[in-house]
């Protein structure tokens, strides 16, 4: 069975920092593309960012260069470091990848910024 299981959300005011990790089983880690997405309600998950097995990385417009994606093949985790949270950061934050054609994705972790 394939799990995907987030951690490190919380509430940080507006400037600061989080680092959300997404810890996996049951899959090959190491040869998948892992992203993470956000949702607020009411509205569609979007894509954050994303890493190819290769390490190479994309991010949505409005968080790059604030936020970095990066995966540890050993451990099977991949995480998001978040600087400079804004307002519009907040959001559930959902650890994704895709197997047999099929998306797996985490419960998600919630991340609130406030002013």
């Known amino acids: 069975q394939v799990h995907l299981v987030e951690s490190g959300g919380g509430l940080v005011q507006a400037g600061g920092s989080l680092r959300l990790s997404c810890r996996t089983s049951?899959?090959?880690?190491?040869?998948?593309?892992m992203a993470w997405y956000r949702q607020t309600p009411g509205k569609e998950r979007d894509l954050v960012a994303a890493?190819?097995?290769?390490?190479?990385?994309n991010y949505a417009d409005s968080v790059k260069g604030r936020f970095t994606i990066s995966r540890n093949n050993a451990r099977a985790t991949v995480s998001l470091q978040m600087d400079s949270l804004k307002l519009e950061d907040t959001a559930d934050y959902y650890c994704?990848?895709?197997?047999?054609?099929?998306?797996?994705w985490g419960r998600g972790t919630q991340v609130t910024v406030s002013s």
């Open positions: 994704q990848t895709t197997w047999r054609s099929m998306d797996f």
């Open positions: 049951g899959i090959n880690f190491k040869i998948h593309r």
């Open positions: 890493i190819s097995a290769d390490g190479s990385t």
